[in-house]
């Protein structure tokens, strides 16, 4: 059970469904099988992070023993990229609440990565890997990752874009490859360095992709920073909270935590463009005074506005007037209902008399 980012969809021009937005809480997660992830992704992570992690049971008791013996004053008989801990190690340690520092933990380790060696695929422990690891900008696993980076599916990533990818896990901070990118460099280096030793990758490609730069794509960032909704995706998520609430018979705050980190997939109605238009009329707050007199000062008014289609699906909603600073505000269009009024009279009186011959 781990936190997953929600998606929502918007149709394009073309009738099909396109990412518009992404909802996370603080762990940004989206899962991609291991039959999606490239090999060379694969092999580049195992190269540095575990390289008898196929043939191991869970525990590399050369490495946990080099580990522990250069932790002795003055000793340092063992040398390597890698540190005590195997991929299934990682994976206890990025999913399980157990962060005590001490030696009995890490004994509880061990033999966890034993019981889940003898219950598990290989490769359903490593998909799990892959998904849970954290790779900076509080991404979670290969696939956000790919999209932040690289605005790449993961299946899409090259050689050199894998090693860069692999490389983040050491440390996050270190290695981000927007944040310090001179470092990811030479780490990524170290990374092509192990698979080539391990006859992962070819002299040609290895020679290729030493050289070859990174490219950041900031396309999909958008998706990931925190900023401010817009009207419609404030009432998309109350609606979406509100629905969960009943169905599960929760409070709204537990709702929308489910909704923040249960990897929903929700198709919403709103036209992009419309929306837009909306929210750019309402930006001009001059257009919105009242003057009841010709003597008397102009007073600023609020308003708000609902366009939907013949079929009642909403395409824009704008909640108020002037620029929107602030998330989950108050939301006229949604949170204040009024009685329609006259403006009901040209559907509910006007048209059918029309449609009559009654006037």
């Not at 890490?106 to 034993?114: D, F, M, T």
């Not at 396309?219 to 609430?245: G, R, Y």
């Not at 929903?264 to 707050?285: F, H, N, W």
């Not at 909603?317 to 009024?341: C, F, H, W």
């Amino acid at each position: 059970e781990m936190n997953m980012t929600s998606v929502i969809y918007v149709k394009d021009d073309k009738g099909d469904w396109q990412e518009y937005q992404r909802l996370h809480g603080e762990e940004n997660r989206i899962w991609v099988d291991i039959e999606q992830v490239p090999k060379k992704l694969i092999d580049a992570i195992v190269s540095i992070e575990d390289e008898r992690f196929f043939t191991h049971g869970g525990v590399d008791w050369k490495r946990t023993l080099g580990a522990f013996l250069n932790y002795l004053p003055f000793v340092e008989i063992y040398s390597s990229d890698q540190g005590g801990s195997t991929i299934t190690q990682q994976l206890i340690k990025n999913v399980m609440e157990d962060k005590e520092k001490s030696a009995k933990r890490k004994v509880r380790e061990i033999v966890r990565a034993i019981m889940i060696e003898s219950k598990m695929e290989k490769e359903e422990i490593l998909e799990a890997y892959l998904n849970t690891i954290s790779l900076g900008n509080g991404i979670c696993g290969v696939q956000v990752a790919s999209n932040y980076y690289f605005n790449k599916d993961v299946s899409e990533l090259t050689l050199t874009e894998c090693a860069a990818i692999a490389c983040i896990t050491k440390n996050p901070s270190a290695y981000n490859p927007i944040a310090n990118p001179e470092t990811n460099k030479e780490r990524r280096r170290t990374v092509l360095n192990k698979m080539l030793e391990l006859e992962k990758i070819s002299q040609q490609e290895y020679n290729d992709a030493y050289v070859e730069d990174i490219t950041i794509d900031k396309t999909q960032q958008n998706n990931f920073e925190t900023k401010i909704n817009s009207w419609f995706i404030d009432a998309l998520i109350s609606n979406v909270s509100e629905d969960l609430a009943e169905k599960y018979g929760c409070s709204e705050g537990v709702a929308l935590t489910m909704l923040y980190n249960g990897g929903y997939k929700i198709y919403a109605t709103v036209d992009p463009e419309i929306q837009s238009t909306m929210e750019g009329v309402y930006l001009d707050v001059n257009r919105y005074f009242s003057q009841k007199s010709s003597d008397e000062k102009k007073e600023r008014v609020q308003s708000a506005m609902t366009v939907m289609d013949y079929e009642g699906h909403i395409l824009g909603i704008v909640g108020g007037v002037g620029e929107k600073t602030v998330n989950r505000a108050l939301n006229r269009a949604y949170d204040s209902p009024r009685q329609p009024g006259s403006t009901m009279k040209p559907l509910g009186a006007y048209a059918p008399a029309i449609d009559n011959g009654s006037i």
